[in-house]
């Protein structure tokens, strides 16, 4: 799954990944009335985890781990 995403490297990888699950988490949130916040709020919360998926990714590039 996602392999045409393994040119990019794993960090990579898993940070776009991440960046699309802030998204999809940001959308849900602000559906469940949980979260009103305002654009640039939602920005922080998908770059942050598009971060974090990449630092994921990097912590196992360094494990050796290939997927």
Do not use: C, E
Not at 24 to 33: C, D, H, K, W
């Amino acid at each position: 799954m996602l392999d045409g995403l393994n040119q990019f490297g794993l960090p990579a990888k898993y940070g776009i990944v991440g960046f699309f699950a802030g998204i999809l988490g940001s959308f849900v949130a602000q559906t469940l009335n949980v979260h009103d916040g305002d654009l640039s709020s939602h920005l922080v919360t998908m770059i942050a985890a598009g971060v974090g998926g990449a630092i994921g990714g990097w912590i196992r590039q360094r494990r050796g781990m290939t997927s």
